[in-house]
């Protein structure tokens, strides 16, 4: 790539991770609406949306002044604040069904405090996974002794039958059912008509608490997150993601009638950075214009819409699955439904398109079946550069790979 670049990696030999991150990607040095520029300021069409958190863009300028704000204040972390009250408000507002909330300083962290929680609650030790859901990444409690162990056991995603089946026949081991409603370890692949509801039913039958993992839907789909998006009321929820707009933060949301919402007095919970709370009641405000989901629809139906016309004017094998403004594209033939189909993709075209595109400033997760999100950010013109740029690139694949 870059001069620049070149010159920092060579600089970086002590520093193997960044090497390695660097060498298919970019060395970022600012990100701005829904462009990331690399360190010799050549800028990029951005699909990776801060893992999903960038749902307002880029350096919105109302996050901005709200995090500077108080920056001015010098509060360091570790003290309650007035923002923790806010926040709340502001979330009970777009979430009613929430009753009690647990702010985190971040998203995993979050997640570990709700499986904590759930197993306290029932005195159950296992835990149910999609098997294309996204990893806990919670490791164990710091105080955490061996009979405090969790098991973690995943079952076939969007398999329903083998859902209920396996909710039901470990009712009296299973603590939580902790579901992904877009399966975003494989990229991401809806769930069928009814699946969610039945999920839930299996839960409630069973007395098997259903966490449900917003740490990528939650803010992005609908400002209720995908309990809005699919009309699903769990029994917990856990934010972060878009809810910071970039600023690490995690929420344990409990619906109303749960006894015993107290965090564990053993563990003190740390407190969130006021950054972070400032960062993420902003971010509300912005949320609250319907517009803006809106905008996220329409300009992720046109990526979607586009892509798709040039896969078949070029015939190339690719399947776009979509919701709202997260999507994963994947070089199949047929639908991907499931974890087995989104795995058979064609691994290696993907890595050439995206590579190729990387090239003509258009930057998608690297790897196959991750997911990417088209943010608030995004204009008409970002997305017609971005066709642009794949007409290019699938013409002169076609060129390439023509006998």
Known sequence: MGRRRDELLERAGTLPVLRSGASS?????????????????????????????????????????????????????????????????????????????????????????????????????????LDGGAPLRVGTAPRARAKDAMTVREVPGW???????????????????????????VGLVPPPDGALERIAEACRASDVVLILDERVS???????????????????????????GGFPIGVVAFRDGLADVDPDPSEPMPIPHPVSLAAAEAVCSILKNDSVYERLEERGQQLEEGLVALAERFSRPMVVN?????????????????????????GDAYRR??????????LLPQRPNHTAFVSAAHGAKDIDETLSACEEVLLRFHQEDLP
């Not at 398109?353 to 400033?361: S, Y």
């Open 25 to 129: 990607g970019l060395l970022a040095v600012k990100a701005q609406g829904s462009r990331v520029y690399d360190v010799d300021n050549v800028g990029y069409v951005d699909y990776l949306g801060g893992a999903g958190a960038a749902v307002v863009g880029y350096a919105n300028q109302f996050v901005l002044d709200a995090v500077k704000k108080v920056l001015s204040t010098g509060i360091p972390e570790g003290f309650h604040v007035p923002q923790e009250v806010e926040l709340a408000a502001s979330l009970e507002a777009v979430l009613p069904w929430v009753h009690s909330w647990w702010f985190c300083r971040h998203q995993d962290e979050a997640m570990r405090q709700a499986l904590h929680w759930a197993r306290r609650r029932t005195e159950r030790d296992q835990f149910l996974i």
């Open 353 to 362: 398109l995206a590579g190729a595109l990387l090239a003509e400033g258009v």
């Open 159 to 185: 398999d329903v039958d083998r859902i209920e089946a396996a909710v039901a026949g470990g009712a009296k081991k299973v603590a939580a059912l902790v579901l992904d409603p877009l399966m975003t370890r």
């Open 218 to 244: 939650g803010f992005r789909l609908h400002r209720g997150g995908a309990a809005a998006w699919f009309g699903l009321e769990p029994d917990v929820a856990v934010y972060g993601g878009a809810l910071g």
């Open 322 to 346: 979509r919701i709202g403004s997260a999507f994963a594209l994947y070089a199949a033939d047929g639908p991907v439904t499931d974890r087995a189909s989104a795995e058979a993709s064609d």
